[in-house]
């Protein structure tokens, strides 16, 4: 009877593996068809101002809405793109719709607001990034604070030559670049120095302990800490519950971003989050005198 028990949880075992390999394949060849199909697209997710409360950027998140599999999310396609040498084609795309929306949002609101775009290991060793980079900002007028570029700890870690010409000439364009998901990965400090970052992200999982577990909140503050010491602000991010805010605000921690504050929205959703805050705070807001 065990012997049966065990087969009928080998075969389940067995279907489900290969259930998600087919949908990995399927997954694998549509994508070839994503962005000519126009099924890509954005959202945005708002990045607050500790002090303020007040929306002073958001980031682009890639969705991708699949004609029979609905919304696939970017950790399950990214991997098969970085893998097919589509993220170039996909990435650039990424950087030029942010562009367009930012200059969209401009008109719409009377406001600039950032966008922070999430770059692959392959965007940052593409010799033609700083150039597209520079013809984006040119063709919608938009200053280098507009763009922020992404990157996780794991690019850091393959360095060459064509990546540190790359951020050679994203700093002489002026376009800052922040650490993502700090504390996941492998870095060592040694690359905060090195690549000269703006920002850090601090991972979301170490928001779960916070303020509850004493050994994250330290952890957090910490990273808080040595960032403001180098110059570097700090974002915290995956914030969920008002305490983890409550938090991050005492210890000083610059930027949140979080379900608390809000969900990635579409580009319409997002407008009207910032009307809706030029509304509440016409002081803030840049069109009042
Ligand atoms: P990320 O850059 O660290 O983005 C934050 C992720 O955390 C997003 O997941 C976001 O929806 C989620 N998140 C935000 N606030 C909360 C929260 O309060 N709680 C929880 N549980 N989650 C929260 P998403 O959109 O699924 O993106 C996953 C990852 O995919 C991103 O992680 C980023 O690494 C990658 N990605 C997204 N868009 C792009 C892109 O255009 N290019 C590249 N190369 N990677 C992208
Ligand atoms: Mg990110
Ligand atoms: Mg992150
Ligand atoms: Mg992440």
Redesign the pocket.
């Known amino acids: 009877q065990n012997l049966q028990q065990a087969y009928q949880g080998w075969t389940l075992f067995d279907t489900e593996v290969k259930a998600q390999m087919a949908r990995q394949q399927l997954l694998s060849n549509d994508l070839h068809h994503a962005l000519e199909r126009q099924q890509l697209m954005l959202?945005y997710?708002p990045v607050v101002e500790s002090r303020s409360g007040r929306i002073v950027a958001v980031?682009?998140?890639?969705r991708w809405q699949h004609p029979t599999l609905g919304m696939v999310?970017?950790?399950q396609f990214?991997p098969l793109a970085e893998a097919n040498e589509l993220?170039i084609p996909i990435?650039n795309w990424?950087l030029q719709t942010a562009g367009e929306q930012i200059a969209l949002w401009r008109n719409q609101c009377g406001r600039l607001l950032p966008v922070a775009?999430?770059?692959?290991a392959a965007?940052l060793h593409d010799p033609r990034l700083a150039v597209m980079l520079e013809q984006i900002l040119a063709r919608h007028n938009l200053p280098p604070r507009a763009l922020e570029l992404?990157l996780?700890e794991r690019i850091m870690l393959e360095p060459s030559p064509a990546l540190g010409a790359n951020l050679a000439q994203l700093r002489t364009l002026g376009i800052s670049i922040a650490i993502?998901?700090f504390g996941a990965g492998h870095a060592s400090f040694n690359y905060l120095l090195q690549f000269q970052v703006q920002k850090l992200?601090i991972d979301?999982m170490f928001m779960s302990g916070v303020p509850g577990s004493s050994n994250h909140s330290q952890l957090v503050s910490m990273i808080v800490n040595m960032g403001h010491s180098l110059g570097i602000e700090v974002t915290g991010?995956?914030?969920?519950q008002e305490e983890q805010a409550t938090f991050l605000r005492q210890i000083g921690c610059n930027y949140m971003?979080?379900?608390?504050f809000s969900?990635?929205v579409d580009a319409t959703h997002l407008l009207q989050q910032l009307l809706r805050e030029q509304e509440a705070q016409p002081a803030l807001s840049p069109s009042s005198p």
């Open positions: 959202h997710q980031e682009a998140l890639l999310p970017p950790d990214i993220i990435g990424v775009v999430n770059l692959s965007q992404e996780t993502d998901d992200k979301r991010e995956g914030i969920e971003q979080g379900y608390l969900r990635p």
